[in-house]
T-cell receptor, first 109, second 113 residues
């Protein structure tokens, strides 16, 4: 079967760095997405990785290792507004997104 | 309209009733999707459409139907609602297939009693 695993919840301190991991087992791979979802709102796109390595975009970076079925999202200089759920999704062989359950990130002052 | 809209925002529905959730996008995207989101579970794909005139079944299609008569609109119909269909429903669109980012509507919170 297809499976995306990510931690249910993480807590971090304002100004710090946090890494959210995602491991996947899917039928085929056409890229991995990270989305941010604030409570009661729609998911919004953060990043897309299809090749191995690190993609940096401001305070957010995303890493992919296809051989390990592994990705992480790195958030630097955490701000209170970063409190949200972070969703990992993989595009499978049919180009459909398979979603993880999301990681709820709590930022403390 | 800017982006993707959904209606209604929320709805309480009696079991057995028919309900259509509306979704409209103005980005001229080819692909559109319907997901449901339940606590503790990831987004689950109900139905999708890669282009106007075509539709396909996702992971959890039973009890739902869709149509794609034109590029902009992608309604989701519950023929006879059941309590297990209580969920938050998101419509999304993308330029084309699964290697393009998806843009999400604000969601419809549906409660079936």
């Amino acid at each position: 079967g297809q499976n995306i695993d990510q931690p249910t919840e993480m807590t971090a301190t304002e100004g710090a760095i946090v890494q959210i991991n995602c491991t996947y087992q899917t039928s085929g791979f056409n890229g991995l997405f990270w989305y941010q979802q604030h409570a009661g709102e729609a998911p919004t796109f953060l990043s897309y990785n299809v090749l191995d390595g690190l993609e940096e975009k401001g305070r957010f970076s995303s890493f992919l290792s296809r051989s390990k079925g592994y990705s992480y999202l790195l958030l630097k200089e955490l701000q209170m507004k970063d409190s949200a759920s972070y969703l990992c999704a993989v595009s499978d062989s049919n180009y459909q997104l398979i979603w993880g359950a999301g990681t709820k990130l709590i930022i403390k002052p | 309209i800017a982006g993707i809209t959904q209606a209604p925002t929320s709805q309480i529905l009696a079991a057995g009733r028919r309900m259509t959730l509306r979704c409209t996008q103005d980005m001229r995207h080819n692909a559109m999707y319907w997901y449901r989101q339940d606590l503790g579970l990831g987004l689950r794909l109900i139905h999708y459409s890669n282009t106007a005139g075509t539709t396909g079944k996702g992971e959890v299609p039973d009890g739902y139907s869709v149509s794609r008569a034109n590029t902009d609109d992608f309604p989701l119909t519950l023929a006879s609602a059941v309590p297990s269909q209580t969920s938050v429903y998101f419509c999304a669109s993308s330029v084309s297939g699964g290697y393009n980012e998806q843009f999400f509507g604000p969601g419809t919170r549906l409660t079936v009693l």
